[in-house]
Every structure is written in structure tokens, then in C-alpha cells.
């Protein structure tokens, strides 16, 4: 879903720059305007799809570099239309393609907790999976699993837990909300851990028969710096955090 938005916002983009400027003339800025629309497809692919912090970043730079690359190009050929005294068109076109890449830019990315409420049919069915697989006796608490695609290591024992189904649900997860980890810490309560950024952890708890993590002193205390916090999401959801 983030990523056809991603996709239509892009093309929108340039497929109004290219009407408003004339299709006849898009010539002589279709380079520039080539390298932004990439700038601006791959701010909103950090911003949107990706789940990984540390990659978030490793787009954004390639980003802001072609589109300071685009910004100097796309104001030479502005100067050069106010020069040549362009029809307005083709101006408050260059312009118009500047604004919304800006725009962009300063579009704040989306918090865990956002890719929680976009993904949340597939965090419930995988938190549903692994509270049955520990009410049938298969897994036990503390136990953790690494999330597939992003490590294979624990795919053996994952396939003979899971069906494909919620593999698959497991996968989705990984790539579009930045999940690494899935840790039985309470028989009511799963981590979906995003990972660790320099000395602090987060993730979101799904609960269930209402267990509120935030009043169980000995929860908190069981994993990582055992100083865990806990913040309210939704009905049986919670963002938690730990360390600095």
C-alpha cells in the first residue's frame, strides 16, 4: 500500500509538471526533472516503506544529493526562461517541481507506531500464531525468533511452528514495518522488536486477556536493560522501549 502511494505521488508529480510546463517544450528539462522525480520517489520510500532506520537514512542520502543536483540545474533553466521571458507556464512549472520535492522533504517519516495501524492485520495474526503455538505447549516464554527475510537462521524452526501463510505475514512485516524480531516475554505478551540503535531498543507489544505491560514491574525487568517502558497504542497494543 505505502509503496503504490509512493508510485502514484511520483508519477503525479511529473505528470503535472509535464502538463503544466507543455509536452512539446518537457525537452529541455527533462533530464533534471528526471533526476528529482528519482529524489523524490526514493525520499518517500525511506519516509513510507521502509522499516529499517539505518537503511532510512542510507536512502536519504543518495536522495538529497540528486536533488540538490536537480534544485541547481532546474534554477539555471529558470533564470534562463525569466532571461528569454518564458511563457509563465513553463516558470511556475519549474517552480511548482521544486515546492513539492521540498514538501517532501520535510514530510515527517512514519513513527513504528504508524507502521503498526498500517500493518495491523499481520501483527495480529502472527502475535495469534505465537500465543497458539505456546498454548499448545510448542514454544515457551523467552523464547525469541529472528523475523525471515531479514535472517534465515531460525526458518527451520519457524516452518515447523508456522504455516507459509503466516511466514509470509512474518516477511511482510520485516520489509515494510522494520520488525527483526519476535519474543515470547509474557504467556500474554509478544515483542515485535525493531531492532537496536546504538544503545536503545523499541518495539511494539501486542497483549492479550487485557494485560496492561506497564504495571508488571517483573516484565519490565526481563529483557534487555530491564528498565522497559511502556505507551498505548490501541486495545491490547503498546509501544515499548528500553535503554537511552
Keep these: 500500500m505505502a509503496l503504490g502511494f509512493t508510485i502514484l505521488v511520483t508519477f503525479l508529480i511529473g505528470s503535472i509538471v509535464v502538463l503544466i510546463y507543455g509536452k512539446y517544450y518537457i525537452k529541455r528539462i527533462i533530464a533534471p526533472l528526471f533526476i528529482v522525480l528519482i529524489a523524490d520517489f526514493l525520499l518517500l520510500y525511506a519516509k513510507l516503506v521502509v522499516g529499517d532506520d539505518i537503511l532510512t537514512l542510507i536512502i536519504y542520502l543518495p536522495a538529497m ?122 504467556k500474554d505478551v509478544i515483542y515485535f522488536s525493531f531492532g537496536a540503535v546504538f544503545q536503545s531498543i523499541s518495539g511494539i507489544a501486542i497483549c492479550r486477556n487485557g494485560k496492561d505491560p506497564s504495571t508488571d514491574e517483573t516484565l519490565k525487568s526481563r529483557f534487555f536493560d530491564g528498565n522497559t517502558s511502556f505507551e498505548y497504542i490501541s486495545n491490547g497494543a503498546y509501544h515499548f522501549s528500553d535503554g537511552l
Design 65 to 186: 544529493i540528486l536533488f540538490v543536483i536537480s534544485l541547481i540545474w532546474l534554477l539555471v533553466i529558470l533564470v534562463k526562461s525569466f532571461v528569454r521571458k518564458d511563457s509563465k507556464k513553463k516558470i511556475i512549472a519549474i517552480l511548482l517541481c521544486i515546492a513539492m520535492t521540498t514538501v517532501i522533504i520535510y514530510i515527517p517519516s512514519l513513527r513504528q507506531e504508524d507502521k503498526f495501524k498500517i500493518y495491523q492485520d499481520e501483527f495480529m495474526a502472527v502475535s495469534d500464531a505465537i500465543f497458539k503455538a505456546y498454548d499448545e505447549g510448542r514454544v515457551s516464554i523467552g523464547e525469541e525468533f529472528a523475523s525471515p527475510p531479514y535472517a534465515t537462521y531460525d526458518l527451520d524452526r519457524l516452518s515447523t511452528l508456522f504455516s507459509d501463510k503466516i511466514l509470509n505475514k512474518m516477511k511482510k512485516v520485516n520489509r515494510s514495518a522494520g520488525v527483526y524480531t519476535y519474543i515470547l516475554a509474557d
